[in-house]
């Protein structure tokens, strides 16, 4: 059934995410929210300001319903999951079925169909809020990996909207992602878009060929032919890379702050004045590669090759879907890891590493960066990791080294990091002891090259072209008449 012929919303601009972009704020009690600043909000809100634009997503409460409200000239508009919701569409299908199947298996995904069921529904759920709110010829840009379906929930109801996508993790080779027992489902919801965008080529290229070995659609390029079906006729959907980057100007502004540098040299001051400190920061996660990290590094402690007197680790890692079982075994490897690492290697006074399980605010998390000589970022799969992106942002002195992982989005664009493979051990020890022992000045002009690269690319030039390709996709007739 359609609505087509129902009253239109009078949002010119919606943007769909599984969360707001907002906070319970305590203070204020059950009415009171405060934004949750996080680069997707900087880029879509100048947008979302200069329209009439709209974000719907769930507020982070289960079981409350809430009406919608502006809040920083955003107008919010919030989905009611119930705590079945949770367990099932959330950590369950999102985070226990499509995470771990898109990031490589690290740990083995569970299929079950209640999960599905409820996934389904919950999509649902949105899409009808789409039709409901989107004016006629609307942009919508729906995001991530938890509303693959709504797309095509969403065309159904109201063919005259652009319609973008955008997958922030990784999308598997296709022998992976054929696991899924509903694989062809994930493929037609997503072909719903007019453009489904990814985090790199590759991403791209393994969804085209999953569509090409699923659906027997045939592609040219990044461009896919979608036969005529019982809605619509034979057209064209895009699907290519767009990296996503940071809010750059403002990081580095940060990085100026005089009270921020303090900070920063406070910081090494409080964990004991030593030569180097290397930072690590990743929501406790196991595709993020903190046991690796942790293993290297106290293999190089315990040879000799690094002494507890002249360096630290800083591990902050926050907190992150707490509830799922492989969340509980993550953190207990970590907790363990770094207990044995400081029970042996490190003395009175001088602790081999700091670990954090918490979250900090933006100018503390800056200071961290301006504190570290050394940042490592050893994920084994991520989409893009802008933790590798921040760092560089900060260093406005050119000085710093990065190690970072070949598994990550973001090793496309930094080359001159220290390039690792997080799963041979004995490599990440030789990227860590590199980058400790980089001299000046080379790691002035690694530096300089990675910093060149996160001032040109930041998150509104990454925003902009992915609305300028979907509108131009949209009203060009070209682009969507069958080659
Ligand atoms: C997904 C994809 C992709 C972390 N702890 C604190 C804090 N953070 C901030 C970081 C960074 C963000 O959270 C984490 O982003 P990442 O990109 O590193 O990783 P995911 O959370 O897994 O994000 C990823 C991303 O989406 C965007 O498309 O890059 O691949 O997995 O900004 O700085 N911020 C503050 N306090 C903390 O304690 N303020």
New binding site residues.
């Given amino acids: 059934e359609t609505t087509t012929d129902s009253t239109y919303g009078d949002s010119d601009f919606v943007v769909v995410a599984n969360r707001l972009p907002v906070d319970r704020d305590p203070a204020e009690g059950s009415r009171g929210w405060r934004t949750s600043?996080?680069?997707?909000v900087s880029a879509v809100a100048p947008v979302m300001k200069s329209q009439e634009g709209a974000w719907i997503g769930w507020t982070g409460v289960a079981d409350v319903d809430f009406d919608p409200f502006t809040i920083d000239g955003m107008h919010l508009v919030p989905i009611t999951l119930t705590s079945e919701d949770v367990l099932r569409y959330y950590e369950g299908f999102s985070n226990a079925t499509l995470w771990p199947l898109y990031h490589d298996v690290i740990v083995p995904p569970e299929f079950h169909r209640t999960w599905w069921d409820s996934y389904v529904r919950v999509n649902e759920r949105f899409a009808a809020k789409v039709a409901e709110v989107a004016a006629e010829g609307a942009t919508v840009w729906v995001h991530d990996y938890q509303l693959q379906l709504v797309p095509q929930l969403v065309r159904r109801m109201r063919p005259d909207l652009a319609i973008g996508f955008f997958n922030?993790?990784p999308f598997p080779p296709f022998e992976l992602f054929a696991q899924l027992p509903w694989r062809d489902e994930i493929l037609r919801g997503l072909l719903g878009a007019d453009l489904v965008g990814f985090?790199r080529p590759t991403d791209a290229a393994n969804f085209r060929r999953a569509v090409r070995g699923r659906l027997n659609f045939t592609t040219k390029g990044s461009t896919v032919n979608v036969p005529a079906g019982e809605l619509l006729p034979e057209h064209t959907v895009r699907a290519e890379a767009f990296p996503?980057s940071?809010d750059t100007p403002y990081l580095e502004e940060l990085a100026r702050d005089p009270k921020i540098l303090e900070r920063a040299q406070q910081i090494r001051e409080e964990v004991g004045n030593p030569k180097v400190v290397m930072l690590g920061?990743?929501?406790m996660?196991y595709?993020?590669g903190i046991r690796h990290r942790l293993k290297a590094f106290g293999e190089l402690l315990a040879e000799g090759r690094l002494d507890v007197e002249d360096i630290v680790l800083i591990q902050?890692a926050?907190p992150s879907r707490e509830r799922l079982e492989q969340y509980k075994i993550i953190r207990h490897d970590v907790e363990l890891a770094v207990g044995r690492i400081n029970g042996e290697q490190a003395e009175v006074g001088s602790i081999a590493v700091h670990y954090l399980h918490?979250?900090?605010?933006?100018d503390?998390?800056t200071a961290f960066f301006l504190a570290a000589d050394v940042m490592l970022v050893t994920a084994l799969r991520?989409?893009?990791?802008?933790?590798?992106k921040?760092y560089v942002a900060c260093r406005s002195g050119d000085d710093g080294a990065l190690v970072l992982s070949e598994f990550?989005?973001?090793a496309d664009q930094l080359k001159a990091a220290v390039m690792v493979n997080p799963h041979d051990i004995g490599n990440l020890k030789s990227g860590i002891l590199e980058a400790v022992q980089m001299d000046e000045p080379t790691r002035a002009r690694r530096m300089k090259q990675m910093r060149k690269k996160v001032s040109t690319d930041t998150v509104s030039i990454w925003s902009k072209a992915f609305l300028a390709e979907l509108e131009a996709i949209h009203t060009n007739p070209e682009a969507i008449i069958p080659e």
């Avoid at 600043?37 to 997707?40: Q, R, S, T, Y």
């Avoid at 991520?382 to 590798?388: I, T």
């Fill in positions: 600043p996080g680069g997707l922030h993790i985090q996503i940071i920061v990743d929501r996660d595709t993020k902050i926050t918490h979250s900090y605010p933006r503390e998390m991520d989409g893009m990791n802008l933790v590798a921040e990550t989005g973001a």
